[in-house]
């Protein structure tokens, strides 16, 4: 059986499993992707690649922020799916990952922002 | 082309830390600078060498963005655009009026605020975030993962004005002193308004983002030469190949 290739390198895992969850911070919006992400949840050293991973799981989070399912993943479902499920074994302590379900209030300030352009 | 770090003047030095850096590795030049007979003596500024401390240090601190004229349209929060500048009679003759005449014809002046710097750096990668001060949802992340790419990772204008994306982003390149060479990606343009154009067929150019990316490429003198859809992973890009204007 082949083992799947890490997500993560071992210098940016390190430094996403030392990430720590930080309960009062206030979502950000990426008016990019169209997710909320939250600063706790990007370490301030990590390459590029591991920007890219941290892209996939909060994309993939933002369908279930909105009560959607990997199946409606705008590009390639079975993909984020896939590296969603490795994520939670490769950095099971990640904060992103205590934050599936929104607040009444984050899920307000997520609506106001899915509603028009914020990046324009 | 290469990214650009520019320290010899390409973008005049805003940020107190790139003031502070500057002065510093002035300071050190200067007293470095002594010949083999142990006589000390002024060199020229080494641009090399002030690029290699900037590396070092990164960029941090606060940047005054360059005065842009901007000018709020009439109760919306937006700025005014091209078009509507010319229906007011120009950008010379708004220029020109003051607070007051600008009132009467009910238009008021927008400056950016000033932008507090991160960067850091990894091997040859560098990621530079600009976050608008007082305003803590506004805020620009890059990374230029390897020479002459340019990835846009985050953006969000916060409550500033709509129309003000492509200053914010051109601003917060100018403030980090470093340049996109050949090309942009804009990385997970899944937001709504992109994914429903790109499903109505819309071509990568005429996607608001695309639009954004574009005016910021012209504030800082660059053209984009082709515009592309490129499909990685779970993740659906605007590549943008741009060159010196």
């Known amino acids: ?120 | 082309m290469a990214v650009f770090r520019p320290t010899g003047g390409r973008f005049p030095c805003k940020s107190a830390g790139c003031e502070a850096y500057e002065k510093l590795t002035g300071k050190l030049i200067e007293k470095l600078a002594v010949t083999p007979e142990g006589l000390a003596v002024k060199v020229p500024r080494d641009d090399k060498l002030l690029d290699s401390v900037a590396k070092m240090v990164g960029r941090s601190g606060e940047y005054l963005p360059e005065r842009k004229p901007m000018f709020l349209a009439p109760g919306q929060n937006k700025i005014l655009n091209e078009r509507e500048i010319e229906a007011f009679g120009g950008l010379k003759k708004l220029e020109s009026m003051t607070d007051g005449e600008l009132a009467g014809i009910g238009l008021k002046r927008f400056e950016m605020p000033k932008l507090k710097l991160e960067s850091d750096e990894f091997g040859n990668e560098i990621s530079i975030k600009a976050f608008v001060k007082g305003d803590n949802k506004a805020w620009i992340h890059a990374s230029f993962p390897q020479q002459g790419t340019m990835v846009l990772e985050h953006i969000n204008i916060g409550s500033m004005p709509e129309g003000t994306g492509a200053h914010l982003l051109a601003e917060a390149l100018k403030a980090h002193g470093i340049l996109p060479g050949d090309r942009i990606i804009l990385k997970t343009v899944v937001n709504p308004e992109s994914l429903q154009a790109i499903k109505e067929g819309a071509l990568p150019q005429n996607t608001l983002i695309s639009g954004m990316a574009g005016k910021a490429l012209k504030q800082l003198g660059f053209k984009a030469n082709s515009y592309r859809y490129e499909q990685n992973g779970d993740k659906l890009n605007i590549v943008i190949e741009i060159s010196k204007q």
Do not use: C
């Open chain 1, 1 to 120: 059986m082949t083992q799947a290739k890490q997500l993560f390198k071992e210098i940016d895992r390190e430094s996403v499993e030392s990430l720590v969850y930080d309960p009062s911070l206030e979502p950000n919006y990426n008016a990019l992707a169209g997710h909320l992400m939250w600063f706790d949840e990007l370490p301030s050293h990590i390459t590029s690649a591991g920007i890219d991973v941290l892209s996939s799981l909060w994309v993939a989070r933002s369908l279930m922020h909105r009560g959607l399912t990997f199946s409606d993943h705008p590009v390639n479902p079975e993909y984020s799916q896939r590296v969603w499920k490795q994520a939670i074994q490769e950095i099971p302590n990640w904060p992103g990952f205590q934050r599936l379900k929104l607040s009444v209030e984050d899920q307000k300030y997520y609506a106001e922002m899915l509603e028009k352009n914020h990046f324009a």
